[in-house]
């Protein structure tokens, strides 16, 4: 089976296939359960298990996107990667960094693929990233492990306050980025799911606005390939102080075209719907109230 993405709907741990959700704890007669997170705790063994899934075999119900949570509700660790992309580096007006820069997005601020987003002032910026999550423990990951430890990909948003993350000196990012709902993420993409392995690290990642009139513009165009520290040197180096665990979730960095970077600047505003798209992952969807 391809295609396979892995979601929490309404709560539950649920395979998408074409449209159609398959809830695993009924899927699997009782083997996983139904908590999504654990998927992740068991990785080796789920994705054996997903293989051997037919959709005609289980309960395959029709779904809404409006349905899907975050796919991990309870992650050990959030990490974001600030400054990632070459060209977002030189519309902040920031140099490239020599070190990953590091914060969080605290977990509550997570949530799912389809939602409505309260603004918390007027000066909210859009940031299309890539999210990884792990699936295998570790520490001193090198380099040429790092995918091993990696359970799959999801397309994510890091909504951003920058009145909030910019204030004080020195300004200090994580709460500005972490109000309720400023982290989307989508259903995960196994990286068995994806085309081929030279392909996971140049995806395309595109972020679209819709205006209340209909009205809509490309804001983000990029590829993962441009990331200043790719994923395995953002795992190989992280594991050097930290120790990774299954859940963990890696935001790593947006592509150039935010609204702060603008001429004028730009920011969200009521009414407005931002789309995420990133090749072989699937979109996301957030309407700002
Ligand atoms: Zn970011």
Known sequence: ?????????????????????IDVEEASDGRFGPDPQSAFDHWADF?????????????????????????????????AIGLNYADHAAESKMTLPEHPVVFTKFASSLT?????????????????????????????????RAWDHVAGL????????????????????????????????????????????SDRDALAIKCVLEEADGTSRTLQEGSSADMVFSIS?????????????????????????????RDPQEFLRAGQVLTTEIEGLGSITQRMI
């Open 112 to 144: 799912g693929a389809d939602v409505e987003v309260a603004l918390s002032g007027e000066r909210v910026d859009w940031e299309a990233e890539l999210v990884v999550v792990i699936g295998e423990a570790g520490r001193d990951i090198p380099v040429e």
């Open 47 to 79: 994705t054996e298990w997903m293989s051997t899934v037919r959709v005609d075999d289980s309960v395959a119900t029709s779904y809404l996107a409006s349905d899907l949570d975050t796919p991990i509700s309870r992650p050990p660790q959030i990490f």
């Open 233 to 261: 040197e953002i795992i190989h180096r992280l594991s050097t102080t930290v120790e990774f665990r299954p859940g963990d979730l890696i935001f790593t960095g947006t592509p150039s075209g935010v609204g702060i970077g």
């Open 154 to 197: 999801a397309v994510g948003q890091d909504l951003s306050d920058r009145a909030v993350q910019t204030r004080g000196n020195p300004a200090q990012f994580s709460l500005g980025k972490s109000f309720k709902g400023y982290a989307p993420v989508g259903p995960v993409t196994p990286l068995s799911q994806l085309p081929s392995a």
């Open 1 to 21: 089976m391809s295609g396979v993405r892995v979601a929490s709907l309404k709560g539950r741990l649920h395979l998408l296939v074409d449209q159609l959700a």
